[in-house]
């Protein structure tokens, strides 16, 4: 069945975007609904949503009057991968304005370059300062896989690394940022190895540099509790300090004006306006990359690859579902052996459709963003995604409508009820109080955006409204499971179908993987929208070192990019390549053991020298990589340190700990090495591109 609202026949060059993560759901308690539809009532939207979207802009914050602001101006900074980041700074945006600040945000991107690659970092970070108070900076910074900058900040923390003497040859200028004032929060998981790594080098280096640190460093785990890390840390730590700073301990009738100032019995002003035309052809826009919001080129950038073949590699006796996946990259995109791929997918129909009518929206129209009355400079506005296109193209392609809620998103649409029982409700749930009940309704629900609009029929927005509180879709990455050497214009993915069965009863599925599942299923949706990410995984330059491949499930997507690649240097290059050595596992040989016809087919050939399985399921006791490597510790050590074999690992987070682990045992025991020796031993492997991780959460 063909799409409808104009998603996918537009004449317009689109993007579009995806969530990356799984969840929808139903609330598990009852709220009141009306059958009929509210009449509206927008004069009852609270002061905070005035408050939030008056007061955020990016531009100098020169031009604030000092008596609503009499904190002064305060500059908020992200590194931001998913996005994460990126939202709380709005919930730090809204909070400034409550506590007398006046905010900026700005993507670390954005900051002007002077050539090389260098801000011009001192002129950005002060603004602000003046001779009665030092610039105030808050830093919320994302780390990316094993210990990387998001891709945002890759400039910023090369300076900072150069600055405060992280390099080689580096030296300390301890005055590079005299007269700054930050905090710093890092978004982070705890499972993986490199905790936080990018916030604890922010944190560390400003310091360095001649700024003052107003709290100590927060480090927020998204193992556990992010979000409450996040509130815990603005609440209690941050603001307290800032205000008693900057405004001082006895301002608080100051602060009590400045909200009631604000106070709106009508729609505040919006950062987004709508335009309705006639016609969609006649009225296309450009865009300069200036133009564009920097953390959502990608829907700008990508481009539209044609579905050439998709093939179940799982037995049909498993319930679960593994796609093998081709595209035709021909004259689209140029990529490298194992690199990612992101992949910008599309809500479902019914998603669009039950959002559209439950906000009155016609998903027909045609319309076109632009800065709204909150935008004061206009010159200065970014374009979220492009436009003129359809409502319903815009609900599909660029806002998440099933993906997982955080306590804010609730306190937020409370702003926008007519109704007390929806507001009270969700009012409750986004406080600390209603921390358990938020977990037990919403994420354990597997609640998203459009259930809450339904459970809460009260919320009425405008298009442009709805637009400024909705999360963007993110793109999902998949690691390219085929050599550029020898599939040129084609791309491979390994991809497993995400299903969850929800307290209902009903199946969710994932937003990303439903959309790439679509097109096996109809042939006339036979392409996605996607764009190239540089991967770690690298083949040795020297070709004759040996190579030990982790991957179980589908983490061996790279190893069999990294296969054809070796089979394509011996059998066509005539090349002398290293041994290969893979590992692999899964839960049994004849339901999930996948590309194994392949992994036959190296073998026989010569390109895969050895190959260790763990089906975990085939027997009593359960089998796993890791427990393999341990078993072949003699020859490991002897490929790594008489040899110089690289080492790859792709797949689960835990399952990575754990093959990490085997190797320092590994290391300490062949090597006759202390635990510390043999982790230090393995962290110079890291460091000389030896040992490399893809690992996912």
């Given at each position: 069945?063909?799409?409808?609202?104009?998603i996918?026949?537009?004449?317009?060059?689109?993007?579009?975007g995806?969530?990356?993560?799984?969840?929808?759901?139903?609330?598990s308690?009852v709220?009141?609904?009306?059958?009929?539809?509210?009449?509206?009532?927008?004069?009852?939207?609270?002061?905070?949503?005035?408050?939030?979207?008056?007061?955020i802009?990016?531009?100098?914050?020169?031009?604030?009057?000092?008596?609503?602001?009499?904190?002064?101006?305060?500059?908020?900074y992200?590194?931001?991968?998913?996005?994460?980041?990126?939202d709380?700074?709005?919930?730090?945006?809204?909070?400034?304005?409550h506590?007398?600040?006046?905010?900026?945000?700005?993507n670390l991107?954005?900051?002007?370059?002077?050539?090389?690659?260098?801000g011009?970092?001192?002129?950005?970070?002060?603004?602000?300062?003046?001779?009665?108070?030092?610039?105030?900076?808050?830093?919320?910074?994302?780390?990316?896989?094993?210990?990387?900058?998001?891709?945002?900040?890759?400039?910023?923390?090369?300076v900072?690394k150069?600055?405060?003497?992280?390099?080689?040859g580096?030296?300390?200028?301890?005055?590079?940022?005299?007269?700054l004032?930050?905090?710093?929060?890092?978004?982070?998981?705890?499972?993986?190895?490199?905790?936080?790594?990018?916030?604890?080098?922010t944190?560390?280096?400003?310091?360095?540099?001649?700024?003052?640190?107003?709290?100590?460093?927060?480090?927020?785990?998204?193992?556990?509790?992010?979000?409450?890390?996040?509130?815990?840390?603005?609440?209690?730590?941050?603001?307290?300090?800032?205000?008693?700073?900057?405004?001082?301990?006895?301002?608080?009738?100051?602060?009590?004006?400045t909200?009631?100032?604000?106070?709106?019995?009508?729609?505040p002003?919006?950062?987004?306006a709508?335009?309705?035309?006639?016609?969609?052809?006649?009225?296309?826009?450009?865009?300069?990359?200036?133009?564009?919001?920097?953390?959502?080129?990608?829907?700008?950038?990508?481009?539209?690859?044609?579905?050439?073949?998709?093939?179940?590699?799982?037995?049909?006796?498993?319930?679960?579902?593994?796609?093998?996946?081709?595209?035709?990259?021909?004259?689209?995109?140029?990529?490298?052996?194992?690199?990612?791929l992101?992949?910008?997918?599309?809500?479902?129909?019914?998603?669009?459709?039950?959002?559209?009518?439950?906000l009155g929206?016609?998903?027909?129209?045609?319309?076109?963003?632009?800065?709204?009355?909150a935008?004061?400079?206009?010159?200065?506005?970014?374009?979220?995604?492009?436009?003129?296109?359809t409502?319903?193209?815009?609900?599909g392609?660029?806002?998440?409508?099933?993906?997982?809620?955080?306590?804010?998103?609730?306190?937020?649409?409370?702003?926008?009820?007519?109704?007390?029982?929806?507001?009270?409700?969700?009012?409750?749930?986004?406080?600390?109080?209603?921390?358990?009940?938020f977990?037990?309704?919403?994420?354990?629900?597997?609640?998203?955006?459009?259930?809450?609009?339904?459970?809460?029929?009260?919320?009425?927005?405008?298009l442009?409204?709805?637009?400024?509180?909705?999360?963007?879709?993110?793109?999902?990455?998949?690691?390219?499971?085929?050599?550029?050497?020898?599939?040129?214009?084609?791309?491979h993915?390994?991809?497993?179908?995400?299903?969850?069965?929800?307290?209902?009863?009903?199946?969710?599925?994932?937003?990303?993987?439903?959309?790439?599942?679509?097109?096996?299923?109809?042939?006339?949706?036979?392409?996605?929208?996607?764009?190239?990410?540089?991967?770690?995984?690298?083949?040795?330059?020297?070709?004759?070192?040996?190579?030990?491949?982790?991957?179980?499930?589908?983490?061996?997507?790279?190893?069999?990019a990294l296969?054809?690649e070796?089979?394509?240097?011996r059998?066509?290059?005539?090349?002398?390549?290293?041994?290969?050595?893979?590992?692999?596992g899964?839960k049994?040989?004849?339901?999930?053991?996948?590309?194994?016809?392949?992994?036959?087919?190296?073998?026989?050939?010569?390109?895969?020298?050895?190959?260790?399985?763990?089906?975990?399921?085939?027997?009593?006791?359960?089998?796993y990589?890791?427990?393999?490597l341990?078993?072949?510790?003699?020859?490991?050590?002897?490929?790594?340190?008489?040899?110089?074999?690289?080492v790859?690992?792709?797949?689960?987070?835990a399952m990575?700990?754990?093959?990490?682990?085997?190797?320092?045992?590994?290391?300490?025991?062949?090597?006759?090495?202390?635990?510390?020796?043999?982790?230090t031993?393995?962290?110079?492997?890291?460091?000389?591109?030896?040992?490399?991780?893809?690992?996912?959460?």
């Amino acid at each position: 069945m063909a799409d409808s609202f104009g998603i996918f026949t537009t004449n317009v060059a689109l993007a579009s975007g995806v969530a990356t993560a799984i969840f929808g759901g139903a609330l598990s308690y009852v709220l009141y609904k009306k059958s009929n539809k509210l009449e509206d009532d927008r004069s009852r939207l609270a002061p905070s949503v005035a408050a939030s979207e008056a007061s955020i802009d990016t531009s100098s914050g020169d031009d604030f009057d000092p008596l609503v602001y009499p904190g002064g101006l305060i500059n908020i900074y992200f590194g931001s991968q998913t996005g994460t980041a990126e939202d709380f700074c709005g919930v730090l945006g809204r909070d400034a304005a409550h506590n007398g600040f006046k905010a900026r945000i700005i993507n670390l991107e954005d900051v002007s370059v002077d050539g090389g690659g260098n801000g011009d970092y001192p002129a950005e970070l002060l603004q602000g300062a003046s001779e009665e108070r030092a610039a105030c900076s808050i830093f919320l910074m994302a780390t990316y896989g094993e210990g990387d900058p998001t891709d945002n900040v890759e400039d910023f923390i090369q300076v900072l690394k150069e600055r405060s003497g992280k390099t080689e040859g580096g030296e300390v200028d301890p005055v590079y940022l005299k007269g700054l004032d930050y905090a710093v929060f890092g978004l982070g998981n705890v499972l993986y190895e490199n905790y936080n790594a990018i916030g604890k080098l922010t944190d560390y280096a400003l310091e360095r540099l001649g700024a003052n640190r107003i709290i100590d460093l927060c480090l927020g785990n998204d193992d556990d509790d992010l979000e409450g890390d996040f509130d815990t840390w603005r609440e209690e730590k941050l603001w307290p300090a800032v205000v008693e700073r900057y405004i001082g301990k006895n301002n608080a009738t100051t602060q009590n004006s400045t909200k009631m100032q604000i106070t709106t019995t009508k729609l505040p002003p919006c950062e987004y306006a709508i335009e309705f035309l006639d016609d969609l052809a006649a009225k296309v826009s450009s865009y300069s990359e200036h133009s564009m919001l920097t953390s959502s080129k990608h829907y700008f950038t990508s481009v539209d690859c044609a579905v050439t073949s998709c093939r179940e590699l799982r037995s049909s006796k498993d319930r679960g579902s593994t796609l093998h996946i081709e595209l035709n990259i021909a004259g689209s995109l140029t990529y490298e052996t194992a690199d990612n791929l992101g992949i910008l997918p599309v809500n479902d129909i019914s998603t669009i459709r039950r959002v559209a009518q439950r906000l009155g929206y016609d998903v027909d129209a045609i319309v076109r963003t632009g800065p709204g009355e909150a935008v004061k400079k206009k010159e200065s506005f970014r374009h979220p995604f492009p436009t003129p296109c359809t409502v319903g193209e815009i609900l599909g392609r660029y806002c998440d409508l099933t993906g997982p809620l955080r306590r804010s998103d609730l306190k937020i649409l409370s702003n926008y009820t007519t109704d007390e029982l929806d507001k009270t409700s969700l009012v409750r749930m986004s406080s600390k109080e209603g921390k358990n009940e938020f977990q037990s309704k919403v994420v354990d629900g597997m609640l998203g955006l459009v259930d809450i609009l339904e459970k809460c029929p009260s919320i009425d927005m405008p298009l442009e409204y709805f637009l400024s509180v909705c999360p963007r879709l993110q793109p999902r990455y998949y690691t390219i499971s085929s050599s550029s050497l020898v599939n040129p214009n084609s791309v491979h993915l390994t991809i497993a179908i995400t299903k969850c069965r929800r307290s209902d009863g009903s199946i969710l599925g994932g937003t990303c993987t439903s959309h790439i599942a679509s097109r096996a299923v109809d042939p006339a949706l036979n392409s996605l929208r996607v764009f190239l990410k540089e991967s770690s995984f690298r083949l040795p330059k020297d070709c004759t070192k040996p190579i030990i491949m982790i991957g179980p499930g589908t983490g061996i997507a790279p190893m069999r990019a990294l296969l054809q690649e070796r089979s394509h240097q011996r059998l066509v290059l005539k090349k002398k390549v290293g041994k290969s050595t893979l590992y692999f596992g899964c839960k049994n040989r004849r339901i999930d053991f996948i590309y194994q016809n392949e992994l036959d087919i190296f073998q026989k050939e010569g390109t895969l020298n050895s190959l260790h399985l763990a089906f975990s399921r085939d027997q009593k006791q359960k089998v796993y990589v890791q427990d393999l490597l341990s078993k072949n510790a003699s020859e490991t050590w002897n490929i790594l340190d008489r040899l110089g074999g690289h080492v790859y690992v792709c797949g689960g987070v835990a399952m990575g700990k754990d093959v990490v682990r085997a190797f320092i045992d590994i290391v300490a025991c062949e090597g006759q090495r202390t635990n510390d020796e043999a982790k230090t031993y393995i962290s110079q492997m890291q460091q000389a591109g030896r040992f490399v991780q893809e690992l996912w959460a």
